[in-house]
């Protein structure tokens, strides 16, 4: 062993807590002795990094994403965390190595114990402080979901479908969409009360859901009234689409007593330019499908 690598070795043993992380898998590729590990726990090599460290199943909601911090310090970022479980401080040191195309995290701990001197006390309220700023984080994310998301069905709703025209399918070069319309709704609502209705309505979410997959985008923008967009695809397959969400609901006729009865509009065009054109010639469209059922089924709004 070259005498740089001694050396290195030895420093390496000697630093309080050094880690090499691959960044995009947060697995652990090297941590040496200050993470000793009894023999019947395993090492902590190959293992995420937020479980072993922080005992979570999940990565932490604020380790900082290196790749979008603009750091001095020769790209060093320093920050400070309290592991509640340990009830001790720690100083993180964290930069971002690329070697071979793959991005590694380096990285130093240091505990610092009670951070500047404070008392149990103060690091038990600065622990409640930080709790309290987790759970307003987790309601901030609570809020912004339920502003894109119907909250009966869980499909985007009317506020995403409006931004989604503005913003999401500006680069596409074709698009199609499906308008839908669940038949009998209200009828269904007197005889068998809403919740039976809700539960209609659910039934077809998950159907329209499944059945576009990660193809399209899935809306509810009315009491009973569904979009599907399906951005950069063939005319072909939008009719591939709705023939597979017809025929999923005639399979769940069976199990059911109340049949799930639904009209469909569709458009297509080689031009996305003007996507809400295109989701009113499918809304027509749905309208004839439905006087058309209503005339030879004797289905009702």
Not at 195 to 202: A, I, P, Q, W, Y
Not at 253 to 259: A, K, L, R, T
Request: aromatic share 10%; proline share 2%.
């Amino acid at each position: 062993m070259q005498l740089t690598e001694v050396f290195l070795e030895a420093m390496l043993q000697c630093a309080e807590g050094v880690y090499i992380i691959e960044e995009e898998s947060k697995r652990i590729c090297y941590t040496n002795s200050f993470f000793y590990v009894d023999e019947g726990s395993g090492r902590l090599e190959g293992k995420p990094c937020y479980q072993a460290f922080a005992g979570r199943t999940g990565p932490c909601r604020y380790c900082p994403d290196l790749k979008k911090i603009s750091s001095t310090n020769n790209n060093v970022y320093i920050w400070d965390y309290y592991d509640a479980r340990t009830k001790h401080w720690y100083k993180i040191k964290n930069c971002l190595v690329e070697a071979d195309g793959i991005w590694y995290r380096v990285g130093n701990i240091n505990m610092i114990g009670d951070m500047m001197g404070l008392g149990s006390e103060a690091v038990k309220e600065l622990g409640e402080m930080r709790k309290l700023a987790r759970e307003s984080g987790e309601l901030q994310q609570m809020l912004e979901y339920e502003s894109f998301h119907d909250r009966l069905t869980g499909l985007y709703n009317r506020n995403r479908y409006i931004c989604d025209l503005k913003e999401r399918f500006l680069d596409i070069n074709c698009a199609g969409t499906l308008f839908l319309d669940l038949n009998n709704l209200k009828d269904v609502n007197d005889k068998y009360f809403h919740s039976e209705g809700d539960k209609l309505l659910c039934r077809l979410a998950d159907t329209i859901y499944t059945a576009t997959g990660e193809a399209g985008r899935c809306y509810r923008v009315g009491g009973d009234e569904f979009i599907i967009i399906l951005p950069d695809c063939t005319k072909e397959d939008l009719e591939s689409l709705r023939k597979r969400i017809q025929e999923k609901l005639r399979q769940q006729e069976s199990g059911n007593d109340i049949p799930c009865s639904v009209a469909i509009g569709s458009a297509w065009s080689t031009s996305a330019e003007n996507l809400e054109s295109l989701v009113s010639e499918a809304d027509v469209r749905m309208y004839e499908n439905k006087k058309l059922m209503k005339d030879t089924d004797g289905i009702s709004k």
